[in-house]
């Protein structure tokens, strides 16, 4: 459902060519100073997120190895967590 009723991007920018703030930008649809993640804060309480509209549409959401580079401001967040270290190398044996 995501995929048929979703966006292809053809083109893309970042709006900040670092990493924290542009994963920041994805999680909100919002430039960097209007999110309040200009560096390695977290998102502003009270600015709405991707992770917040999927988990009440019922998806259930994960992240994988760079888990601190995505802080959301507030709430338990992710139904999975991997960190990098728990990845391998990522293949599996």
């Not at 053809?10 to 994805?26: E, F, G, K, L, Y």
């Not at 200009?38 to 992770?51: A, E, M, R, S, Y």
Request: proline content about 8%; hydrophobic content about 40%; aromatic content about 6%.
């Amino acid at each position: 459902r995501l995929a048929s009723q979703g966006l292809l991007f053809n083109h893309a920018h970042v709006t900040i060519a670092v990493c924290m703030p542009t994963r920041a930008v994805w999680m909100t649809g919002r430039y960097p100073h209007r999110s309040g993640a200009l560096g390695f804060q977290k998102i502003n309480p009270g600015v709405p997120t991707l992770l917040e509209a999927l988990k009440k549409a019922g998806y259930h959401t994960g992240i994988l190895a760079k888990v601190p580079h995505v802080v959301p401001s507030r709430g338990k967040s992710w139904d999975l967590v991997l960190q990098a270290r728990e990845l391998g190398v990522g293949r599996d044996p």
